[in-house]
């Protein structure tokens, strides 16, 4: 899950972060306001996405008066934001971050994250800030350091010192990055984070460290035990089918093909996916119904697959373990009789009573076609969505 940045900058100031003075706004008016109780002689209008890239697609503008500060806020308020890591739909602007302009000496990388290799949580920093953190490993790997936190031992200063006197830092600076250091340790573990991002962190021209900007991605699974957190979500910011499908107990992602994918299993999802695009096709959506699936939750995900106007061919791959094939089959026919499916449907089952499930599906004159294994499965789908 993500959080927007004026409410990562809010924890921070609870965890010991500085980050500059700012509030967020959700009109024009307020915002010009903001400015105003701010003081200082600029200000920084910062559209509120779950996105990076804004600054370069006009979502982060400099303002020298209260009334330009209006005027930035006129033009970002209720517009779609297109940046590179959205869709081309972009995503809603519905509130923004004002903050006063500090001058700025140099500009840092600082985030904290979970290795998976080491299965440790990991520091990386970089002198390099304000780039994207891939495009510098690229190209200067050298100018990355990285510390492995040992989960007994927790954050030690030497390893924030080590991160400190690599950045350049001297005197009192070394100490406040190992504030920053483990206010941001301690956020991540209170939190159930799995990614606190500050780039840039800056150094000021009198030598203060600061947070610019913030992100954080917290574990999905376990949000749940965060009241606090799950009540920063903003549906606004993610795909109204995939919130939908969170209701359903279904995992649903929006892709851009025309063939509707229902698969048991994250991992069958995806081989069916691979397949489809290895035949020739383009999948719609990646979708797990999980292995307990039912009639409820059939019905449900075939809703979110036909309310995208791009399917023209539905490919549902079934192992049936914990549910049997005709159990599973009988639930499909229901499903497709209920929802009203008139794109062709193409089922696959393996498992057990499977052979009993394929009976189910033949002859029903549903527009339903049932096929023995995967392979034939993939090519009978994406011949089906080009016939359309």
């Not at 903001?34 to 303002?63: F, I, N, S, T």
């Not at 990285?146 to 080590?162: E, M, N, T």
């Not at 696959?348 to 189910?360: D, F, I, Y």
């Amino acid at each position: 899950m993500n959080i927007h940045e004026y409410q990562a900058k809010q924890l921070f100031q609870q965890y010991g972060i500085p980050v500059p003075d700012g509030k967020q706004a959700t009109t024009p008016d307020s915002a010009g306001l903001v400015a105003q109780d701010l003081g200082g002689e600029g200000w920084v209008v910062k559209a509120q996405v779950h996105a990076g890239g804004r600054g370069k697609v006009g979502g982060v503008k400099l303002a020298k008066t209260p009334a330009e500060v209006v005027e930035f806020s006129k033009d970002m308020l209720g517009k779609r934001l297109v940046t590179i890591q959205t869709d081309s739909a972009g995503l809603p602007i519905h509130s923004l971050l004002i903050e006063k302009i500090y001058p700025i000496k140099r500009e840092l990388y600082l985030s904290v994250l979970v290795d998976r290799a080491s299965e440790r949580i990991i520091f990386i920093a970089s002198a390099a800030g304000g780039m994207d953190i891939e495009t510098v490993a690229h190209e200067a790997p050298d100018q990355i350091i990285s510390v492995q936190v040992h989960p007994a031992a927790g954050l030690q200063g030497y390893q924030c010192r080590k991160v400190a006197y690599t950045l350049g830092l001297k005197g009192s600076q070394v100490k406040a990055l190992g504030k920053i250091m483990q206010g941001m340790y301690d956020l991540f573990l209170a939190k159930d984070a799995s990614q606190i991002e500050i780039n840039p962190l800056i150094e000021t021209h009198s030598g203060e460290l600061m947070a610019l900007d913030a992100k954080i991605n917290f574990d999905d699974n376990a949000v749940v035990i965060h009241p606090d957190i799950l009540a920063m979500k903003d549906p606004a910011q993610e795909d109204d089918k995939e919130n939908e499908a969170q209701q359903f107990g279904l995992n649903y992602i929006t892709l851009e093909g025309n063939i509707g994918c229902m698969v048991n299993g994250a991992g069958l999802a995806m081989a069916t996916m691979d397949l489809v695009k290895l035949k020739g096709g383009l999948p719609a959506n990646f979708l797990d119904v999980g292995g307990g699936t039912n009639i409820e939750k059939v019905c449900e995900a075939f809703k979110l697959i036909l309310s995208d106007k791009s399917v023209k061919a539905v490919l549902v791959n079934i192992f049936g373990g914990i549910v049997q094939c005709d159990v599973i089959a009988s639930g499909i026919l229901a499903a497709i009789e209920q929802v009203h499916v008139t794109v062709p449907v193409v089922v696959r089952l393996e498992g057990t009573n499977v052979e009993q499930g394929r009976a189910l599906l033949s002859n029903t004159g549903l527009n339903i076609y049932a096929a023995d294994d995967l392979a034939h499965a993939a090519e009978q789908v994406v011949a089906l969505a080009e016939a359309l």
